[in-house]
Structure formats: C-alpha cells, structure tokens
C-alpha cells in the first residue's frame, strides 16, 4: 500500500515562498503523472497542478505564473515551489498521481498566508 507522504508547508506573509514536497513511500517503478491539490476551509478540492512522467506541466489559472511543480524521478519526488503567495493561496495541500485510480491520500500539508 503506497503511502504519501507531503511535506513543506508553514505560516508565511504574502508575498513569501514555500516548496513542498510529496513522496510516496515503498518502490515506485512508474513515472506516473502527478499533481498538486489543495483544500481550503469550506471548500471543494482543487487540482492546481500537475506534470507528466515526461515533465510536461499545467497550471490552473489562480497559480499560473506563481507556482512551479517540477519532479526527481531519481528521488521519487515532486516538488511545488510556490512564490508570491496570497491569503487566498491557504488551505491543505496534497499530492496524487493523475489519470488512474489515485493512491490513499495523505495527511497533506498546511500552508496558511497571512500577515
């Protein structure tokens, strides 16, 4: 059974920057499409970007510009560097492969923007 693993998040001002990382645990021997999601308080939650196995990104429009998600397949890692951050931007992120059944989901980690 994968475990998913996020970590990386914090308080941060607006304006400020964060990376998270997401790992699975156990042996990985599929570039899997991957991508980040959050969930805000209240609401649905939302794909906010993703990569393929080949390193092809997509950005939702609230991101885009902003976050940049990138992957170590050597690692298998997958990062989302997210800068000039909003208090919008808060809510619980989280990590999945895309495009097939998606593993358990993780605890997430929380990234809360405000002054």
Same mark, same amino acid.
């Given at each position: %059974?994968? %475990?998913?693993?996020?970590?990386?998040?914090?308080?941060? %001002?607006?304006?400020?920057?964060?990376?998270?990382?997401?790992?699975?645990?156990?042996?990985?021997? /599929?570039?899997?499409?991957?991508?980040?999601?959050r969930q805000a308080p209240g609401k649905q939650r939302e794909l906010v970007a993703t990569i393929t196995g080949s390193g092809r990104t997509n950005y939702v429009d609230s991101v885009k510009g902003r976050f940049t998600i990138s992957r170590d397949n050597a690692k298998n890692t997958v990062y989302l560097q997210m800068n000039s951050l909003k208090p919008e931007d808060t809510a619980v992120y989280y990590c999945n492969r895309l495009n097939i059944a998606p593993w358990?989901?993780? %605890?997430? /980690?929380?990234? /809360?923007?405000?002054?």
């Open positions: %059974q994968v %475990q998913l693993v996020e970590s990386g998040g914090g308080l941060v %001002q607006p304006g400020g920057s964060l990376r998270l990382s997401c790992a699975p645990s156990g042996i990985i021997d /599929t570039l899997y499409d991957m991508g980040w999601y358990v989901w993780g %605890q997430g /980690t929380q990234v /809360t923007v405000s002054s």
